[in-house]
């Protein structure tokens, strides 16, 4: 069984920051990739960013300059460090790995996710 555990959000300022983290855990083969991902009420769910196993980045034209997203390979952990946050920024935000669990196919785990509210 894989899981997926986010931890970090919360309320923030306009133009404060927070740092999001998501621990993959369990019978884990490989992980290819892992990333970020948001829903604000009323709307989809979008990607925010995401690494892959070569370290490649990947971000939403509307948190470059302002959110980095970074790994520890050797934990599993995926991190998102967000800056100068807006209110535009206020979603769930859920972690995602595209990963081979030990004999199981592979594909997209999801964390629960975590709250961001940026408001005054």
């Known amino acids: 069984q894989v899981q997926l555990v986010e931890s970090g959000g919360g309320l923030v300022q306009p133009g404060g920051s927070l740092r999001l983290s998501c621990a993959a855990s369990?019978?884990?083969?490989?992980?290819?990739?892992m990333g970020w991902y948001r829903q604000a009420p009323g709307k989809q769910r979008e990607l925010v960013a995401v690494i892959s196993s070569g370290g490649s980045t990947n971000y939403a034209d509307s948190v470059k300059g302002r959110f980095t997203i970074s790994r520890d390979y050797a934990k599993n952990w995926v991190y998102l460090q967000m800056n100068s946050l807006k209110p535009e920024d206020t979603a769930v935000y859920y972690c995602n790995s595209d990963l081979k669990p030990i004999n199981l196919r592979r594909g997209d785990y999801w964390g629960q996710g975590t709250q961001v509210t940026v408001s005054s």
């Open positions: 369990g019978r884990i083969f490989s992980i290819y990739s």
